[in-house]
T-cell receptor
Framework: GQSLEQPSEVTAVEGAIVQINCTYQ??????LSWYQQHDGGAPTFLSYNGLDGLEETGRFSSFLSRSDSYGYLLLQELQMKDSASYFCAVSLEGDYKLSFGAGTTVTVRA | EPEVTQTPSHQVTQMGQEVILRCVPISNHLYFYWYRQILGQKVEFLVS????????KSEIFDDQFSVERPDGSNFTLKIRSTKLEDSAMYFCASSEQGAMNTEAFFGQGTRLTVV
């Protein structure tokens, strides 16, 4: 099976930078995705890393180190609307599903 | 923007009853999924569907669950005899390719409450 670990909660102020780490243990690792979920609504895709390195999409960036079985999501210039749960999810070779971590609740304060 | 739609948004049912949750995936997508999320917990994979058959299912997806694509647009999840522990948010998702390396689009979910 797979296991993913990410912090349960993070609190930060508007304009700050937050890094959410995700470590995983799995065989046949293919890629790491990040999803955002507001108040139990639809998870929405943020980013995907299949190769080592940094992927930047606007204020959000994601990083992967396959050798360390580690990735992170970086949220920059935090806004109140970024208050949500953030999930890392692994996908495996030859597999079509996502296996999600427990999620990190990010609370942005004024 | 194309989206995955799910109906109903809420469903309350009595234990032992059958429920059917409905989904309309994005039209040019080929892979379909059902996930569930028990309140306050992580999103859990139930089943994936490709080329009119189940491609993978989890341990949760036991004999009381079934999926169907009855026509070219709908994708349904049936729970034959609901149990209290089936109470959860059920999300349908679709992707152009398998979710290995591409974005999965999720619907808004059906909140199922079994009483």
């Amino acid at each position: 099976g797979q296991s993913l670990e990410q912090p349960s909660e993070v609190t930060a102020v508007e304009g700050a930078i937050v890094q959410i780490n995700c470590t995983y243990q799995t065989s046949g690792f293919y890629g790491l995705s990040w999803y955002q979920q507001h108040d139990g609504g639809a998870p929405t895709f943020l980013s995907y890393n299949g190769l080592d390195g940094l992927e930047e999409t606007g204020r959000f960036s994601s990083f992967l180190s396959r050798s360390d079985s580690y990735g992170y999501l970086l949220l920059q210039e935090l806004q109140m609307k970024d208050s949500a749960s953030y999930f890392c999810a692994v996908s495996l070779e030859g597999d079509y599903k996502l296996s999600f971590g427990a999620g990190t609740t990010v609370t942005v304060r004024a | 923007e194309p989206e995955v739609t799910q109906t109903p948004s809420h469903q309350v049912t009595q234990m032992g009853q059958e429920v059917i949750l409905r989904c309309v995936p994005i039209s040019n997508h080929l892979y379909f999924y059902w996930y569930r999320q028990i309140l306050g917990q992580k999103v859990e994979f139930l089943v994936s569907f490709y080329n009119n058959e189940i491609s993978e299912k989890s341990e949760i997806f036991d004999d009381q669950f079934s999926v169907e694509r009855p026509d070219g647009s709908n994708f349904t999840l049936k729970i034959r005899s609901t149990k209290l522990e089936d109470s959860a948010m059920y999300f349908c998702a679709s992707s152009e390719q398998g979710a290995m390396n591409t974005e999965a689009f999720f619907g808004q979910g059906t909140r199922l409450t079994v009483v």
